[in-house]
Structures are given as C-alpha cells and as structure tokens.
Nanobody, 125 residues
Framework: QVRLVESGGGSVQTGGSLRLSCAASERIFDSYAMGWFRQAPGKEREIVAAISWSGDSTNYADSVKGRFAISRVSGTSTVSLQMNNLKPEDTAVYYC??????????????????WGQGTHVTVSS
C-alpha cells in the first residue's frame, strides 16, 4: 500500500522554525508533483507549498512566501518544508500530498491523490 509519512511537527514560539519531512513508501513518487497543505480547526484545507517532480518549479501560498521553503532531492521520494519566522496563524495540521495526475507544482488539492496522516504544528505567541 502506498503511503506518505510526515515527521517534524511540534510546538514553537512565534519567530521559531520547524522542518517538516515527508517520505513516500514507493519510488513512483519520483515523477509526481508533491505538496504541503494545512488545515486549521474550523477551516478548509489549504495549499502551503508545492513542488514539481524535478524540483525546478515551486509555488507558495501568499501567506508563507519568504518564510517557508519546499524542497525535494531529485531521484528520491522525500520532500521537506522548512518553516521560518513562524506565526500563531501558522498553527494547523500539516499534510504531505502527492499527485499522480501532474508533475507540475499544482496548488489545487483536487490534483492530489495520496495524502499523509498529518503532523501538528503549534505556534504560541
């Protein structure tokens, strides 16, 4: 069974940093776009960042531009999200996702087929 497993969540104070990682159970994800989404209590799941299969193209939500960076190692099924200067509004469950429909850095969750179980990020003021 294909799985995505996130790690690296936790609790930090405002201005702190965290690094999330996502590992896929199969190498098929090497050719898939991958993304990070988040969902805060009572809110819709939203895109945070996406990266193309090659790693050459990325997209970010306006709210995280300049603070977050998505990356992947070419030839692997691992994707990371470096989160700096965290704010309380970044508090959410963060999900890794992979798209079998496109290799581009898609930002719509409708493109994504595989999802991880989520990892909690809490930022206190």
């Amino acid at each position: 069974q294909v799985r995505l497993v996130e790690s690296g969540g936790g609790s930090v104070q405002t201005g702190g940093s965290l690094r999330l990682s996502c590992a896929a159970s199969e190498r098929i994800f090497d050719s898939y776009a991958m993304g990070w989404f988040r969902q805060a209590p009572g809110k819709e799941r939203e895109i945070v960042a996406a990266i193309s299969w090659s790693g050459d193209s990325t997209n970010y939500a306006d709210s995280v531009k300049g603070r977050f960076a998505i990356s992947r190692v070419s030839g692997t099924s691992t994707v990371s999200l470096q989160m700096n200067n965290l704010k309380p509004e970044d508090t959410a469950v963060y999900y890794c996702a992979a798209s079998e429909f496109t290799g581009t850095a898609a930002t719509s969750k409708g493109f994504y087929t595989y999802w991880g179980q989520g990892t909690h990020v809490t930022v206190s003021s």
